[in-house]
């Protein structure tokens, strides 16, 4: 179908099967914060804000492709370590040509090489961050800062080496945010949108932006950052980007949102106003970790976050592997998610109908730390055995229930097929589910055992008995054909 540049058309655009089956999708955060690939640990940011508030997240930001504007914030960790480490007088803009030069030893087809092994479906390249720093030789450049943006074509290279490995490549833009826009200081969330350029200049920017990324490279995802100038008309852009890639999804951080709305020629920037509007986004960070939604989109996006229970809407989950989305050189072993944790974060985010955005953070010069390949490979052992019950499943009935040992579990399904993953290490013989069902002809499979399982129903749970010896595992899919009845 063609699609118009309205709501009521944008809404007929479907979930494109092959985002429903992906679940998994790698999401890379490399720019000219990869250099001093520096943040504090000050920890998982809905934990800290809870504790500690905004202000101080926002002065010890974790986050290090944050740094720019961490360094703005006078008094804060960062703004030390810059000072101590490269002197008050070196620029943020010292790292482009650092930068530069540390890219020419990239290697597209190993990151692909690498996600592929992962069991990744799509990946999301971040092509500017709030810095402003363009990762394409794009023909409309910054007009505030000459040369601020790559020559090699890092967009288009890691599209061709992503796509001929069979999987999908989307692209990250900050359309809300670009310090070399506005270079206030971000101290707290109402700022986020106070330094939201709006003006008609950058407005055309970013449009030609978008236009370009999504002409040049077709990208599969959409994936837009901190909302989007008031002016811009962004069905317009959806309907053109759908007729251009119908089978393409758009995320929800297009939000459009001016505080200095005209009104009489007079701007409204009053307290109430403010308080307001501040209120709103906070509620919305802390509770959903994402900025509200406004307009169209094909799924939401929390942040270090997954839903209580099966969302009607498709979403996808992101967070980093560690504290940061960009490359940190802080973290450490115990600033990771462990592998078990992963997998079973990751289960328990299918089973609600939501994908996996992982992301990794590369040093400057593209290589990916030890660390993070080291999540990313156990996790790829652990789908090498487990996928049937992840890729290409729906949600069942619900999605979680237990075992009368306290084992959680979660529910997916595929066709007449449910799977049961026990998110811990069995240590019995025997497991109980509870997962009542009538009497009938049904073969239970632990994956990874050829042989079918022994089993019986006990009133409402479902009583299988386990191989004798199992593998250790942070989580053990169960395939129960055909398909159990709640």
């Known amino acids: 179908m063609r699609y118009e ?20 999708g790698i999401f890379i955060h490399w720019g000219l914060y990869s250099v001093p690939g520096w943040a504090p640990l000050t920890g998982e940011h809905k934990e800290v804000i809870a504790k500690e508030g905004w202000e101080s997240w926002f002065a010890k930001n974790p986050y290090a492709e944050w740094y720019l504007n961490s360094i703005r914030i006078k008094g804060s960790p960062s703004h030390a370590h810059h000072v101590e480490t490269y002197g008050e007088s070196y620029s943020y803009d010292d ?45 409309h450049p910054n007009p505030k800062k000459e040369g601020y943006f790559t020559k090699r074509d890092l967009v288009g290279e890691l599209a061709d080496a992503v796509r001929a490995r069979g999987m999908r490549m989307g692209l990250y833009y900050s359309g809300g945010l670009d310090w070399t826009f506005d270079e206030r200081a971000i101290r707290d969330v109402v700022d986020l949108l106070d330094t939201m350029p709006q003006g008609a200049d950058y407005v055309q920017y970013v449009n030609q932006h978008w236009r370009e990324l999504i002409n040049r490279y077709e990208p599969a995802v959409v994936w837009n950052d901190i909302g989007y100038p008031a002016a811009a008309n962004l069905n317009e852009l959806f309907a053109d980007y ?13 939000m459009q949102i001016d505080l200095a709305t005209s009104s009489g020629g007079k701007l409204l920037r009053s307290r109430v106003v403010r308080a307001l509007v501040s209120h709103m986004l906070r509620w919305a960070l802390s509770h959903l970790d994402v900025l509200p939604a406004s307009g169209h989109c094909d799924f939401r996006t929390p942040e270090y976050s997954s839903f209580r229970s099966i969302a009607k809407q498709k979403w996808e989950a992101t967070r980093g592997i560690g504290y940061s989305f960009g490359y940190n050189r802080n973290e450490g072993p115990e600033s990771f998610i462990s592998v078990s944790d992963l997998v079973r974060s990751f289960v328990d985010i299918v089973s609600k109908n ?26 790829g052992q652990w789908l090498d055995v487990n996928g049937e019950a992840i890729f290409g499943t729906r949600p069942w009935l619900r999605a979680e229930g ?4 306290d084992t959680p579990v979660r529910f997916t399904q595929k066709g007449d097929t449910v799977y049961a993953i026990l998110l811990d290490r069995l240590r019995h013989g025997r497991v109980s589910i509870d997962l009542p069902r009538e009497e ?22 479902l009583t299988v008995t386990l191989p004798e010896s199992l593998p250790e595992s942070p989580a053990y899919a169960l395939r129960i054909a055909p398909g159990v009845e709640d």
Do not use: C
Request: charged residues 25%; hydrophobic residues 35%; aromatic residues 10%.
């Open 242 to 254: 759908y007729n251009r890639i119908p089978d393409g999804v758009v995320n929800d951080r297009f």
């Open 402 to 405: 237990g075992t009368t040992d």
């Open 354 to 379: 939501g994908n996996l955005l992982l992301n990794v953070g590369p040093m400057a010069d593209g290589t990916i730390p030890d660390l993070q390949r080291e999540r990313l490979l156990g996790l």
């Open 440 to 461: 009938g002809d049904v073969t239970v499979h632990l994956l990874g055992h050829e042989r079918p399982l022994h089993w019986q129903q006990d009133g409402k749970n």
């Open 5 to 24: 540049p309205t709501r009521e058309s944008l809404r007929n655009h479907p979930v494109p099967e092959w985002f429903h089956n992906a679940k998994l």
């Open 95 to 139: 790292f482009v040509p650092l930068f530069k030069e540390a890219i020419e030893r990239w290697d597209a087809n190993k990151w692909a090489e690498l996600f592929q092994r992962v069991g990744a479906r799509y990946v999301v390249l971040t092509t500017k961050h709030h810095d402003g720093f363009l990762l394409w030789p794009s023909e």
